[in-house]
T-cell receptor, first 111, second 115 residues
Framework: SQQGEEDPQALSIQEGENATMNCSYK?????LQWYRQNSGRGLVHLILIRSNEREKHSGRLRVTLDTSKKSSSLLITASRAADTASYFCATVPGANSKLTFGKGITLSVRP | NAGVMQNPRHLVRRRGQEARLRCSPMKGHSHVYWYRQLPEEGLKFMVYLQKENIIDESGMPKERFSAEFPKEGPSILRIQQVVRGDSAAYFCASSPPAGQGYEQYFGPGTRLTVT
């Protein structure tokens, strides 16, 4: 079964609004990563947060990690139409373990 | 600095034929990963290779699928006697020598259609 499960499955917002996407997982992790996939393209790495970190920022992205609840959230502030894509979380159980992806969240940002 | 390159981008095969998918990692990256993605699904890990070595093939089907990463040249994912269920997007990713638990850089994928 998938280690990471994203929520919601689909999200539609207006340009300028914030988008919050969640990821829950079952086992302990070394790190958790978020990726974006535009339609028909490969995945692009967005951000990596380690198990001893609680929050990380990168431009308009903010990622939080709550290891007690085994969950992470990705916040995109001031969304743009170009943010329309699928977003995946990937969990890494150990430092040298493979990535396990969730099914993804489809984000649509209306102009 | 070129990213991860995959070719072909689209591949059509009839049932029973062989499919060969190629992946050239980013310069300086010695770790290669192959994933399969079905429509509306996330990526499923298939195999992790370093030069001339298969490190983890726990996601590879036992039959018809094989992968290699030779000393020279790209990594190859080979599917023999393809069936309709093999139709999917196949993505390759690479990472620097730090290990497979770190960020990975993805190619654009090869979309395989089996008719």
């Amino acid at each position: 079964s998938q280690q990471g499960e994203e929520d919601p499955q689909a999200l539609s917002i207006q340009e300028g609004e914030n988008a919050t996407m969640n990821c829950s997982y079952k086992t302990s992790i070394n790190n958790l990563q978020w990726y974006r996939q535009n339609s028909g393209r490969g995945l692009v790495h967005l951000i990596l947060i380690r198990s001893n970190e609680r929050e990380k920022h990168s431009g308009r992205l903010r990622v939080t990690l709550d290891t007690s609840k085994k969950s992470s959230s990705l916040l995109i502030t001031a969304s743009r139409a170009a943010d329309t894509a699928s977003y995946f979380c990937a969990t890494v159980p150990g430092a040298n373990s493979k990535l396990t992806f969730g099914k993804g969240i489809t984000l649509s940002v209306r102009p | 600095n070129a990213g991860v390159m995959q070719n072909p981008r689209h591949l059509v095969r009839r049932r029973g034929q062989e499919a060969r998918l190629r992946c050239s990692p980013m310069k300086g990256h010695s770790h290669v990963y192959w994933y399969r993605q079905l429509p509306e699904e996330g990526l499923k890990f298939m195999v992790y290779l370093q030069k001339e070595n298969i490190i983890d093939e726990s996601g590879m089907p036992k039959e018809r699928f094989s992968a290699e990463f030779p000393k020279e040249g790209p990594s190859i994912l080979r599917i023999q006697q393809v069936v309709r269920g093999d139709s999917a997007a196949y993505f390759c990713a690479s990472s620097p020598p730090a290990g497979q638990g770190y960020e990975q850089y993805f190619g654009p994928g090869t979309r395989l259609t089996v008719t």
